[in-house]
């Protein structure tokens, strides 16, 4: 059974950064497609960005590309997102995924699911 765990979630000021980690255990890393989600209160959960297998295609959702970065590290079993330049809207609860394909922005596409680390950020 797999489980993430996230963290390096905080408040920040607008402009501000900040880098979330996702640790797998229970299953290497490298063998699954991962992804960040997030939600704001009030709103549903949307797509961030993602991951294939290997690290070597990713995929942002529009709102956040320029901006964050996700990247992997299969050998410590650790997924990161880098958030740089934080606005306000940013504020939500971010949730990494995992899945056994690489279908990057769909949400039922994931199979596993952390259990989110909240991201607040201040104007």
């Known amino acids: 059974q797999v489980q993430l765990t996230e963290s390096g979630g905080g408040l920040v000021q607008a402009g501000g950064s900040l880098r979330l980690s996702c640790a797998a255990s229970g299953r290497t890393l490298s063998s699954l497609g991962m992804g960040w989600f997030r939600q704001a209160p009030g709103k549903e959960r949307e797509f961030v960005a993602a991951i294939s297998r290997s690290g070597g295609t990713t995929y942002y959702a529009g709102s956040v590309k320029g901006r964050f970065t996700i990247s992997r590290d299969n050998a410590k079993n650790t997924m990161y997102l880098q958030m740089s330049s934080l606005k306000p809207e940013d504020t939500a609860v971010y949730y990494c995924?995992?899945?056994?394909?690489?279908?990057?922005?769909?949400?039922?596409?994931?199979?596993?699911w952390g259990q989110g680390t909240q991201v607040t950020v201040s104007s």
């Open positions: 995924a995992g899945q056994e394909n690489y279908i990057p922005s769909i949400a039922s596409a994931y199979a596993y």
